[in-house]
């Protein structure tokens, strides 16, 4: 492929690179921060918004699981270490088989070692989308401007405008599993060994991703992509049958190491569940989708239905109307690829009935395996719009080669999609009505005028451009119309960063200094999972999924009100509660190694206690108070014998045991632990939820260390997966 891309090409790959960095440059001009401990760790003093209301993306696990919990994995891979496991939540818990934490997407994950790392992170897999695409667009034989003006689309596209965290990393590989499909269709029809090797590796990425619910409905549409080449495949279709196996079966078989922990660990979670076949948000969500910011900025309002925060917390993303008409065009233009782009259509029409959840389309969705446990209202975008991308590519490219719309055509097009657009006010009527009359709403009037004439002027001038013929310079303007409305609609979020933050590090220094192996309970300030980030443990965490074991003992022993799997410190409400939970199962925090409770600022949640035991305020900071509870559990304690334990680290420790004794590390006890006494394997056993193993008379080294169950069968999948892939990619040396 390289060796066929000519000098404009390498300008278009080029541009595309630079366009990654332009929506975030007003919000570096006006000196907002974007760092996602601003918005979810709970350590800042003083904050004073940015130009706009709002929050920058739609969901927190930006903060507290891909900068808390990536970071850790990052700085595991660059201490030499796999990130399998994470000492600094909870009891303890699988870090790579949460997936979220994007642990083994090499190398994108070391990028969030840094402090704009979730930022660095999406400007990267913007880059690789767009790239991917471009390549896609062009195998598919389509002219340069159409490839440009879809690798922008799809570039900027909804869900990696709004989203900052796990869901959006598979979506470079879709374009890259399309890729590989036409590959090996290219390949079969001309008879040619290999081919297959980027298909297996785009789908081995896919998973390694970190989000299996987007990798799984990227792979639906990928199948359908296959399915249909394969019934115009004539008589190569039994060699490209053939070959989408082949590579198919090396990207799971290379994916297994990640995907097996995961099912794993679904299993022993806390959390197993169906979602209702409508699921669906309201029929309002389809304002929104075609003009994004219609309700005003993300999370910026709220009014008493329900329904606009509900449409925020369901959110995936945004189609825009420009999208959606260049995607009508390309569906009516031509009789090429017409099988194709009728499925492709189809699927744009299926998803977006789920997600208005009409015509109870989700019934028949979940006779799809898997499918009703997805939130597909909320990430089937990243599908949705590579489907729209390549629609609008194709009506470009026959816009470029030649084709015009008649004056008729395109009037008929203008009143369709103002009458859409219209209809899709309408619909969202109850909102608008709601932040109309809301007398805390400001500023509402400018969004939705806005909104409204801003995709009014688009369908305009795009509509308009199809009635001139396209040559270089129409051209050039087609695309920068494009780029134009992308980039702006993904760069709104941006303003909403913060002008100017002050953050008390102090409370983190005066914990990493003093809790060593001793972990911390918060009621809120130095926010759950945040404690990974820094290296302190905390017993809280904000995570799904959680080891089932880990909450019955949260819900038995610590606090009989958190019935949820998140155990955050401040819900459910009155923190009254919270705080008698604390003073009334003290011994139980204390035995899982608690020396420390954090507390909001001036707040005592010992204050009626008394006697030699009371806690002490030990810090006084500008966010937050720390108490030190007195009679914590050590991190390494032994039973039924006299022993000295010196603790070495956190998976090593010394002992000297006058008489045979049992070692309790206070680590969950989960399947993969293993253990070593002075070299020789011991079994690890439960003692509680924690960890066991037993000690001989006299000196003894222990050594623990965790590899998820089943590992060396899934290190042969995983060679046997790279040594097809390696096979393939040799026929295809070979052949060319």
Not at 159 to 173: M, T
Not at 330 to 348: E, K, Q, T
Not at 446 to 472: D, E, N, Y
């Amino acid at each position: 492929m390289l060796a066929t891309l000519e000098k404009r090409d390498w300008i278009c790959a080029a541009v595309l690179v630079i366009a990654a960095f332009v929506p975030y440059v007003p919000a570096v001009v006006l000196g907002l921060t974007l760092d996602p401990i601003h918005y979810g760790g709970s350590l800042d003093t003083h904050q004073i918004r940015g130009h706009i209301l709002g929050g920058p993306w739609l969901d927190p696990n930006t903060g507290f699981t891909v900068q808390a919990l990536g970071k850790l994995s990052a700085d595991d891979w660059l201490h030499g270490r796999v990130p399998w496991w994470n000492p600094y939540t909870g009891a303890g818990v699988p870090l790579a088989a949460e997936m979220q934490t994007l642990s083994f997407f090499l190398p994108f994950v070391l990028l969030l070692h840094f402090a704009y790392g979730a930022i660095f992170l999406k400007i990267a897999l913007q880059i690789v989308a767009a790239l991917a695409t471009y390549a896609l667009l062009r195998e598919l034989g389509l002219v340069r401007v159409a490839c440009f003006c879809g690798a922008v689309l799809y570039e900027f596209h909804g869900s990696l405008a709004w989203f900052a965290h796990a869901p959006i990393a598979p979506a470079p590989f879709l374009p890259l599993l399309l890729l590989g499909i036409e590959r090996v269709r290219v390949s079969a029809r001309e008879r040619r060994r290999g081919g297959w090797v980027l298909l297996g590796v785009a789908l081995a990425y896919s998973l390694y991703a970190g989000f299996p619910e987007v990798a799984y409905l990227d792979g639906l549409l990928a199948l359908c992509w296959t399915l249909v080449r394969f019934a115009t495949a004539g008589e190569s279709r039994g060699r490209f049958a053939a070959k989408v196996v082949a590579g198919g079966a090396a990207g799971v078989l290379m994916a297994l190491p990640i995907v097996v922990p995961f099912l794993e660990y679904q299993h022993l979670s806390a959390i197993q569940h169906t979602l209702p076949p409508d699921s669906g948000r309201n029929v309002s969500v389809f304002a929104a989708l075609l003009m994004p910011y219609i309700f005003g900025p993300i999370s910026a309002y709220s009014e008493p239905s329900g329904h606009l925060q509900d449409l925020w917390g369901g959110g995936g993303g945004y189609l825009d109307g420009t999208l959606l008409l260049l995607a009508c065009v390309g569906l009516f233009s031509g009789r090429r690829d017409r099988g194709l782009r009728i499925v492709l259509a189809v699927w744009m029409a299926v998803f977006l009935l789920r997600i208005m959840a009409l015509l109870h389309i989700g019934y028949l969705l979940d006779l799809i395996p898997g499918m009703n446990v997805l939130a597909v209202e909320r990430y089937c975008e990243t599908s949705w719009s590579m489907a729209a991308v390549v629609l609008g590519a194709y009506g470009l490219d026959q816009w470029r080669r030649g084709w015009l719309m008649s004056r008729r055509a395109i009037l008929a097009l203008v009143i369709g999609f103002v009458g859409l657009e219209l209809l899709a006010v309408w619909l969202g009527r109850q909102i608008s009505a709601s932040l109309w009359h809301e007398s805390d709403v400001r500023h509402y009037g400018t969004w939705f005028w806005g909104s409204t004439g801003w995709a009014l002027l688009m369908t305009i001038a795009i509509s308009v451009s199809w009635l001139r013929r396209s040559g270089r310079r129409m051209s050039v303007a087609m695309a920068a119309l494009v780029t134009l409305n992308a980039a702006a609609l993904f760069a709104i979020p941006t303003l909403s960063g913060y002008r100017y933050v002050e953050t008390d590090y102090g409370l983190v220094r005066f914990l990493q200094e003093h809790a060593a192996f001793d972990r911390f309970y918060t009621f809120g300030p130095f926010a759950p999972n945040y404690g990974a980030y820094f290296g302190v443990a905390s017993i809280n965490h904000n995570a799904v999924p959680i080891p089932a074991s880990w909450m019955r003992y949260v819900h038995t022993q610590l606090d009989p009100a958190v019935a949820d799997p998140i155990f955050v410190g401040y819900t459910p409400g009155p923190m009254e509660d919270r705080y008698r939970a604390l003073c009334t199962n003290r011994a139980n925090f204390e035995e899982l190694g608690v020396r420390y409770v954090v507390t909001p600022r001036g707040v005592n949640p010992f204050a009626e206690e008394s006697g030699a035991d009371q806690p002490s305020r030990v810090y006084r900071g500008l966010v937050a108070d720390v108490f030190q509870l007195p009679g914590p559990s050590r991190y390494f304690a032994t039973e039924g014998g006299a022993c000295r334990v010196t603790n070495v680290a956190r998976e090593r420790v010394s002992a000297w045991c006058d008489t045979p004794a049992v070692l309790i590390r206070k680590e969950l006890f989960y399947p993969g632990w293993r253990a070593t006494v002075n070299g020789r394997g011991v079994p690890v056993e439960a003692r509680s939820i924690f960890q066991s193993v037993s000690l001989p008379r006299g000196d003894s080294t222990v050594v623990f260390s965790y590899l998820p169950s089943h590992w060396g069968w899934l290190c042969a999948a995983a060679v046997l997966g790279l040594a097809l892939l390696l096979a393939g990619a040799r026929q295809s040396a070979i052949e060319s």
